[in-house]
Structure formats: C-alpha cells, structure tokens
C-alpha cells in the first residue's frame, strides 16, 4: 500500500510517500498553491496509485486548534470532492517544521522554504507510519484523525499541559530537535538509496499540442516500447464518456491532450494512453466545450476536429480569428482548403512522398482528410489539440473573413474575397505558398 503526505500551507504544500512495504517516508518535492495544485496532486495519486493521504494537523503549543487548522481541516473536505474515494488521515505535525529545516541546515546544502515543506511531509508521514505499525487497521472512514478527540481538561491536566509547553520551548532547539534527529539518523542513507532507485523507476512521456499519433507511437517506440506494444495500446477500449459519440472507426487522434506526466518503467502503453485520454476528460468538462461546442453547430467530436485543424495552421493568439474563418467556411457551403489536412491524408497514404511527388498531384489525393477535394470537415481530427485551440472554436473572434495565409514573415493576413486573398499570395507568400506538402 501506497501513501502520499501533504504538509498544506497557505502557498505551498509540501508532499513525501512511503510505501507500507519499507515503511520510510521519502520527500517528494512540493507545489505552489495557485489553484493547479489540486490536478498535480490527483496526478499524483494516479502515479502512485493511492486513495490515501496523511495531513499535517498544526495546533497552538497548548493543543489548541488555530486558524491555520481550520484551513487544513477544509483543505481536506475539498480533496475528498476533487479525489472521489480518497481516504485521509490527519497526523500532528508538532514542530515539524523546525526540524526540517535543522535536517536540511545539516546536509550543508542550499535550500529553499519549499524544500523545507517537503521534509516536513516527510516528518510528517514517517511519525504515521511509526505509529501505525498495522497497516490491516487503517480504516475506510474517508477522514479520520489520528488521535481521538481530546477530553475536556482538569485543573491538573491545564498544569500539566503548561509544563510540558515550557519544557518543549526549553528543548525545541536543543534535546528535543537532538532526539527526533538520531530518530530519523538511521534512516538517511535509505532516504538518499530509495529517492535515487525511485528517479530510476520512472520517466516523464510528453505530447505537445499539434502532434500526432505518428508522432506518439515515433516517441513511444523510441523509449523502448515495441510495435506490438504500442498498437496494443492504440486499439484498445478506453471507457471513457467523450470517446463514445465518436464515428466507430475513429482514432485516439484529438483525444490525447497534449500535457507531461511521469509514469514507472513498466506501465503499459494502455496505462500510458489513459492519462492523456483522462486528461482530456477534465479539459473538456471543465470548459463546457460540449454545450459550447453545440452553440456553435458542432458536436464535441466535429469541435475536435476542427481545433486540431486550427492547432496546426495558426500560433495560439490568430487561433480564434482562423477558427472563425473555417466556421464561416463551412456555414456558406465553401470548402476549408486546409493545407494541413491534406498534408495528414498523405502523411497516411504515402508517408515517404514516393507516389505524390509535387503539390499538384498531392492537392488532389483521394482521401477523406483532403479538404480541398471535399466540402466540410474531414473525417477525424488530424492531430492533438492544445486547449487554447480548443477554446478557440468555442469562442471564435467576431470577425466576417473568408480567407488567411501565413506569410513569409510568418505574420497572418485575412482577406474577404477570393481576389483579396490572391493578391496576399503574390504579396506575402512567395516562399511558403510553395513548400512540399
């Protein structure tokens, strides 16, 4: 069993795992609070494979809860909402952070405040897993605290808790930091073994908007998948809500959104696969696009098509105004005439340009990608498009072009009539109008 430990502040979180297996407790790094923290950290779950996380509980030194626990306390019923199933314990992180810094000020190291977080999650979690040495008792209450609730205080207990107040302040920079720090020496050489076996365990796979499955299985293949492998992948059923309306013959191409994930070594092309696929999911359902989509006479599956056209042919500020253009195109009836459709009909047909050899014969390939020979969108999106074209077809600029090129200055020019556009041909597209297809 896998754990994940969060040391949750206000503008960073510190994060450690352990595994239940070696019951030592590795620092993981940390991340900014800035409303991305909630995709990283279920991303990191989903790495990790884990529902369970362990929480750093701050009280005052009298064992009070502070402000700062009323903000971890609701930190923890969001991440229940964001992480369905997520399981969480909370942990008291009791001068965690003194002592982090100390273990970090004795390594003679430069750090900085989020490194400090993350051996504070460190701390945190390896006080759990000392202190829960049966691992079959962990329960299913989604949040639980790591210590019942406390009783109400004698006159006694008030005395007591006072005393033991001053002797920690006494020893906080002394005997007690003296303590925890031979507690955790025995576990240094296996924190520095463990992090750099876990580096070597995994590796980072990135798609980039624009590209395309043959650019993907390209990349897969050189990491050390095998054909076999990487068509397994591709062909296999991903049950996934968006991929159902699609055209029965349709690919994974536009649905893999173009993001960097760390995977282990051994996953799968199909576990590889699915996290771009559940990427997509959350782009598509955070930003409406398929009501959006709607409003603009598109199901999702023809707004992805038509964003994967736009990813290709524009920078992302001129992507709303060329979806426009396109949208425009296909209301009057007037074929798109997008080069890089007919560029990916080839890139299928005759990859090494061994049959249409010059543009004239490539502009008239009998393919149903070829928006030049046929009216309307082609029959599947032509690569993986980046949210801002995706966003672009939702909310095109309100614009009244027909045309566009890109220049030889590698600036956009949009025209009304045909004529228009002809005469920014012969003015800005000398060198590119040409290139091979």
Not at 135 to 148: D, L, V
Not at 348 to 369: G, W
Not at 400 to 424: R, V
Request: net charge neutral; charged share 25%; proline share 4%.
């Amino acid at each position: 069993m896998k754990v994940l430990s969060l040391d949750v502040g206000e503008k960073r979180i510190g994060v450690a795992k352990a595994d239940s297996s070696t019951r030592i407790a590795i620092p993981v790094g940390f991340l900014v609070v800035d409303g991305s923290e909630w995709q990283e950290i279920a991303r990191l779950a989903r790495l990790n494979s884990t529902n369970l996380f362990v929480l750093g509980l701050p009280r005052s030194n009298n064992g009070n809860e502070t402000k700062q626990t009323i903000y971890v306390r609701n930190f923890a019923k969001i991440l229940t909402k964001k992480i369905p199933g997520a399981r969480i314990y909370f942990q008291d992180e009791s001068l965690t952070s003194v002592i982090a810094e100390e273990r970090l000020k004795s390594r003679k190291k430069r750090y900085g405040k989020g490194e400090v977080d993350a051996e504070a999650a460190t701390i945190i979690l390896q006080d759990f897993l000392d202190g829960n040495m049966n691992w079959n008792s962990i329960s299913s209450t989604k949040i639980q605290e790591k210590h019942g609730k406390k009783k109400p205080k004698t006159f006694l207990r008030v005395i007591a808790a006072v005393a033991i107040v001053v002797i920690l302040g006494l020893l906080a920079t002394g005997g007690a930091l003296w303590i925890r720090n031979e507690r955790y020496k025995k576990y240094a050489e296996q924190f520095a073994e463990m992090e750099a076996n876990d580096k070597a365990e995994v590796f980072n796979f990135t798609i980039l908007p624009g590209e395309t499955i043959f650019d993907i299985k390209k990349k897969l293949a050189e990491i050390g998948y095998t054909p076999e492998e990487i068509e397994a992948g591709f062909n296999s059923e991903y049950d996934f809500e968006f991929l159902k309306n699609r055209p029965a013959e349709a690919s994974l191409e536009g649905y893999l959104y173009g993001e960097t994930h760390e995977f282990y070594k051994d996953s799968t092309v199909q576990e590889i696969l699915k996290v771009f696929l559940k990427e997509m999911g959350r782009i598509i359902d955070e930003n409406d696009l398929v009501n959006r989509y709607a409003k603009r006479g598109l199901s999702l599956f023809e707004g992805i098509t038509l964003a994967s056209i736009v990813q290709k042919e524009a920078p992302s500020p001129e992507q709303p105004t060329v979806a426009q253009v396109f949208l425009a195109r296909l209301n009057y009836g007037i074929p798109l005439g997008s080069d890089v459709t007919v560029t990916y009909a080839l890139n299928i047909l005759d990859p090494n340009r061994e049959i249409y050899t010059d543009n004239q014969s490539a502009l008239k390939v009998d393919s149903c990608y070829n928006t030049r020979l046929h009216g309307g969108l082609p029959c599947g999106p032509i690569s993986n498009p980046g949210l801002s074209a995706l966003l672009a077809v939702a909310e095109p600029r309100d614009t009244a072009y027909l045309y566009f090129l890109t220049g030889d200055d590698g600036l956009m020019y949009y025209s009304y009539t045909e004529a228009e556009h002809i005469q920014n041909i012969r003015r800005y597209c000398q060198v590119l109008c040409n290139i091979s297809l």
